[in-house]
């Protein structure tokens, strides 16, 4: 199973990134799956996510920001990040998740099964 994330980069405050991941080796269909973020000297924390069921859930912080989505024909999932905050620099990535519910996204990370490899986003004040 691999996970490749991209899409990050350096921004402005106020403005816009969409990350993708492309997922490989997997009945992408049948999992729920999640972006997480992780700043220097901080935990990884979820950001958001998406069930193969389409519901998705995030994080207070980001909500009304940040939008998830999926594409089950391509085997990605998106997350496009607008009026980005300097709050917002870290390495993101997206994991898969075989278990969960239809209608729940996980938002612990130690439930997800894999991990792509983190891609970072700068966010300038």
């Known amino acids: 199973v691999q996970l490749q994330a991209s899409g990050g980069g350096l921004v402005q405050a106020g403005g816009s990134l969409r990350l993708s991941c492309a997922a490989s080796g997997l009945t992408f269909r049948n999992y729920a799956m999640g972006w997480f973020r992780q700043a220097p000297g901080k935990e990884r924390e979820f950001v958001g996510g998406?069930?193969?069921?389409?519901?998705?859930d995030y994080a207070a912080s980001v909500k009304g920001r940040f939008t998830i989505s999926r594409d089950n024909a391509k085997t990605k999932i998106y997350l496009q990040m607008n009026s980005l905050k300097p709050e917002d620099t870290a390495v993101y990535y997206c994991?898969?998740?075989?278990?969960?519910?239809?209608?729940?996204?996980?938002?612990?990370?130690?439930?997800?099964?894999?991990w792509g490899q983190g891609t970072q986003v700068t966010v300038s004040s």
């Open positions: 998406i069930t193969w069921r389409m519901i998705t």
């Open positions: 994991a898969a998740d075989r278990t969960s519910s239809a209608s729940v996204v996980p938002r612990t990370r130690y439930v997800y099964d894999y």
